[in-house]
C-alpha cells in the first residue's frame, strides 16, 4: 500500500534492502522553515492548529528524505486534557500547580479525549490526506511514568528528586495516578490510530533514571497494560526510554515491537540482549551531529556494522535532535544511513 | 593495623563478616551537625581549612558508624589550582571563563600541586590523627572527563551539550586539555595517598554520559593512565561513574579495584559481567532515604541478595546523599546493611 515500506517492514523485522531512519524532533528548531513557522505562533498553537502541524509535520518529509513522518506534537498534550495547566517557555515545558498531594490526584479528570484532543486527530487525517500513501504516519504519548514526572516536578527535571521522594514515600499516591494516566493514554492511542497512524510511539523519556527494580514496580505494569490494549488495533508500538540500558529485558518484556535506545549502551550488546525478541530503534548521540559529515558518516558505519546483518533496525538518534544542529548534517545522517546500510541488507 | 579493616579487605576482594558501607558525600547538608558548621564559613573555606575539613569528615564517623572516613573535599578543587575561577552557590558549583577556545586551554597550568594544595595533604594529617587506626581514610578526586565537563559547561550541566560539542567539533583541544588535567590530578592524588589516605576513588561522574565507544576516546585513556601511575603507591583504587551501566566491562578494564554503580543497573547483573575481576560498590539509589526505614531494610536486602554470596562488595548509594535526607534514614541504612549483610558472609 504504501509507497516506502521500510520502517513498517523493519518493525516487523521483515526484511528491507536498506535500514530506514526518521529522527526524534525531526520537525523543531534546527529547520530555519520550522523557525519561520514560530515566529506566527507559539508552540502550543502550531500543536493545536492543525493546518499548521501539518506544515511542521511535512518539513523533514521534503528536507530530511526520512523514511517515517511524525505526527508534530507533544508528549505532554494528554496532560493539559486531564486538567493541568501547561505552557511552553524557551527552556521547556512549564505545569502550573505541580502535584504534592491526594486532593491534586484526586482532582485530575480522565478525559474524554476525542473531544479534547480532537486537534490532533484533524492533524492526523490531514497529514494523511498530503502523504497519499509515499510514507508511514508515526503517532506518539508521553508514557504514564514520565508524564508524571511533568506532573510532579513542574518542568523538566535534572535530577527528578520530587517525584521520586513521592515514589518513595506515597507510593499509593502514585499508583492512583498512574491508573489515570495509563487510561487517558490508552484512550489517545487507539483514537491516533484509528485516525490513521500506522505506528506509534511511547516515549517513557525518563523512566531511565529508575532502577530495574523500581521501572518493574511503577512504569513497567502501564507500559504492559497500554500494549495489550492497543494491540487490537494492530499496529507496532515502540518503546523509548532515556537511559534505558539497564532495562532493556524489562523493555522488550513490555510486549512493544520496537525498542529505542539511546546511545550509552552499545548497540551490538542490545542486540545480544533483546535482538531475538523486538527491533531496535537507535542509537546516535544527537552531539555527532555537532561534527562534521565525514564524522558522521563514520559513526553511523560504526552503528551499522555493531548492529550487522540482519532485520530489526530503524536508525535513529538517541534523543531529540537538538536546536543549533545545522540542518546539513541532519540531512547528512540521512543520506548515510541509507547509503552504507544497503550492504548489510 | 585498623581496628575495622571492613573496607579495605573488600576493596581487595578479601573474605569480610559483615559488608562494609560508607556514602558518597556523607558528610553534608542533611546534617545538622554540618548545617551549624557551614553557618561559620563557606563551602570553599571549610575544603581549604584542614581544623574544619577535620571537623566535617569526622562527623559521620561519630554519628553513623560507616566503615570508611572520606576526606572533606570537592571533586574540583584541582581545577581551582591549574587557574580557573571556582566558586560555590546553592545550585552547586561555578567556574568562571568557561573554556571555549585553544587560548583558555593552553593558559591553564599543570599545578605545583604541594605547594597549591597543601590545605588538602594537612588536612589528611590531621584525620588520620584522629582517627587513631579506628577506620582508613578514603581521599578522592575528579577524573579528567569529568572535572572537564565543569571548566567547559562552566557549572554542573543537565544536557552536557557544550563539552560534547567540543569532544566531536574539536577533539584535538579536548585531547590537549585531559592531558593537563591528567597530569594533575595523577600528581593530586599521589601526594594524597603519601599524607596518609589508604584508598582513593576517581569520580568520573559524568562520563555515564557518554557512548561506550566515546568513553573509550575521551575518558578511558586518561584513568588507566592515572591507574598506572598510582599503583606503585599500593592502595586501592575506586571508580565511580553515575549510569555507567553500559560501560562496566571498560571501566573494569581500566585497572582499577573496585568499580562504583548507580541504580540503574542490577548488582546481580554487574557482578556478573564484571565481579570475577573487580569489587563492586552500591548501589541505593539515594531517593530510597527518603522513605521509612523498613522500606529502606528491605531495599538493602534486595541488593545484598542481588549481590550474593562472596566477596567484594562496598555498600554505597549510587550517587551523593541528599541535603534534605532525614539523618535517622542514613543511620538506619548504615544498620541495616550491617545486620542484614552477615548472612551473605
Known amino acids: 500500500m504504501l509507497k516506502n515500506e521500510l520502517f513498517l517492514k523493519a518493525c516487523r ?16 528548531r534546527y529547520m530555519k522553515e520550522y523557525r519561520e513557522l514560530r515566529k506566527k505562533v507559539d508552540f502550543l498553537t502550531l500543536c493545536k492548529t492543525p ?17 517515517a513522518a511524525i505526527l508534530f506534537s507533544d508528549i505532554l498534550i494528554p496532560v493539559e486534557a486531564m486538567g493541568m495547566d501547561l505552557s511552553f517557555t524557551d527552556s521547556g515545558p512549564v ?16 478525559p474524554l479525549v476525542e473531544e479534547k484532543l480532537f486537534f490532533v486527530f484533524d492533524a492526523i487525517r490531514l497529514i494523511q490526506k498530503t502523504l497519499e500513501g509515499r510514507l508511514p504516519l508515526l503517532g506518539f504519548s508521553g508514557a504514564p511514568y514520565t508524564l508524571a514526572t511533568y506532573m510532579v516536578e513542574g518542568r ?28 487517558t493514554v490508552t484512550r489517545y492511542l487507539q483514537l491516533q490510530i484509528r485516525a490513521g497512524v500506522q505506528a506509534v510511539q511511547l516515549f517513557d523519556t525518563w523512566a531511565g533514571t529508575l532502577s530495574p527494580e523500581t521501572y518493574r ?31 532493556l529485558e524489562l523493555m522488550a518484556g513490555s510486549g512493544v515491537d520496537v525498542v529505542s535506545i539511546d546511545w550509552r549502551v552499545d548497540i551490538k550488546e542490545a542486540k545480544e ?25 563514520r559513526e ?25 544542529t545545522p540542518v546539513e548534517n541532519a540531512i547528512a545522517l540521512v543520506e548515510a544511513v541509507h547509503e552504507e546500510s544497503r550492504c548489510f541488507h
Open 13 to 28: 523485522r521483515e526484511g528491507v534492502d536498506q535500514t530506514p531512519v526518521w529522527i526524534m524532533r525531526q520537525a523543531g
Open 51 to 67: 493546518e499548521l502541524a501539518l506544515e511542521a509535520s511535512m518539513l523533514p518529509v521534503e528536507i530530511l528524505k526520512i523514511d
Open 156 to 183: 523538566t527535571s535534572s535530577n527528578f528528586y520530587k517525584i521520586k521522594k513521592l515514589l518513595f514515600s506515597r507510593p499509593d499516591l502514585v499508583h492512583t495516578l498512574f491508573k489515570k494516566l495509563t487510561e
Open 217 to 247: 514496580e511503577f512504569a513497567l505494569p502501564y507500559t504492559q497494560q497500554i500494549v495489550e490494549s492497543l494491540r487490537p488495533e494492530g499496529v507496532p508500538i515502540i518503546l523509548y526510554v532515556n537511559g534505558g540500558g539497564g532495562l
Open 273 to 297: 540482549r533483546i535482538g531475538s525478541r523486538v527491533c531496535l530503534q537507535g542509537n546516535l548521540d544527537p552531539c555527532f551531529l555537532y561534527g562534521n559529515p565525514a564524522n558522521i558518516r
Open 300 to 324: 553511523v558505519k560504526r552503528i551499522l556494522e555493531g548492529f550487522g546483518r540482519g532485520n530489526g533496525h530503524i536508525f535513529n538518534l538517541g534523543h531529540g535532535i537538538l536546536p543549533d
Open 95 to 110: 505545569l502550573g500547580n505541580p502535584i504534592q498531594n491526594e486532593e491534586q490526584v484526586e482532582s485530575l479528570t480522565v
